[in-house]
């Protein structure tokens, strides 16, 4: 039973860079044929797909937000991370890892973490 | 870009059928899932690729996809099935992207 848990600072200050973890467990992040997501949620508001990853770290991102982030990789760890540059208040939200099966749908979710961006 | 298009709610009388649509320019040709969203907790994945479910998700839950529209249908509505449902799906045009409908929200009347 595979089970994520994010990781990193709930407040970021505004023109920052929010970064945050995910550690995988119960299951290898080198498994074939699986990608590692992230995804947000404004508050009140719908899902927002951020991007995703494969362990050989081959990446695909939102292209609204593409300029802005990197998504790594670290095997060794089982994590994967998440780097979104120049944030602004519209960043704040709430931001969840994922695991994206094969067929191109998410079956595991980690808990979600908010992320305050403040001036 | 792709744009998946829900109602933002739905009401239904316990016991009833709830149908719960999600629009697309040819959907039908694309595998759509759907999620469930209860208030403070992350989605739970109840139907995947138009109309199967995960382990553990009751029969009651059923998809279907065809032209348009994709539908999420909900039999015997109960009052712990309220919650946010969102359709989703994977663009894979000239620039491949995991897209999100908008949400509904269910409420049990």
């Known amino acids: 039973h595979v089970q994520l848990q994010e990781s990193g600072p709930g407040l970021v200050k505004a023109s920052q860079t929010l970064s945050l973890t995910c550690t995988v467990s119960?299951?290898?992040?080198?498994?074939?044929?699986?990608?590692w997501s992230w995804i947000r949620q404004h508050p009140g508001e719908g899902l927002e797909w951020i991007g995703h990853i494969y362990y050989s770290g081959s990446t695909y991102y939102n292209p609204s937000l593409e300029s802005r982030l990197t998504i790594s990789v670290d095997t060794s760890k089982n994590q994967f991370s998440l780097k979104v540059s120049s944030v602004t208040a519209a960043d704040t939200a709430v931001y969840y890892c994922?695991?994206?099966?094969?067929?191109?749908?998410?079956?595991?979710w980690g808990q979600g973490t908010l992320v305050t961006v403040s001036s | 870009s792709y744009v998946l298009t829900q109602p933002p709610s739905v009401s239904v009388a316990p016991g009833q059928t709830a149908s719960i649509t999600c629009g697309g320019n040819?959907?039908?040709?694309?595998?759509v899932h759907w999620y469930q969203q209860k208030p403070g907790q992350a989605p739970v994945l109840v139907v995947y690729d138009d109309s199967d479910r995960p382990s553990g998700i009751p029969a009651r839950f059923s998809g279907s996809n065809s032209g348009n529209t994709a539908t999420l249908t909900i039999s015997r509505v109960e009052a712990g099935d309220e919650a946010d449902y969102y359709c989703q799906l994977w663009d894979s045009g000239s620039h491949p992207y995991v897209v999100f409908g908008g949400g509904t929200k269910l409420t049990v009347l």
């Open positions: 040819n959907i039908g040709s694309k595998s």
């Open positions: 119960g299951g290898s992040i080198s498994s074939a044929g699986y990608y």
């Open positions: 994922a695991r994206r099966a094969r067929g191109y749908y998410v079956d595991y």
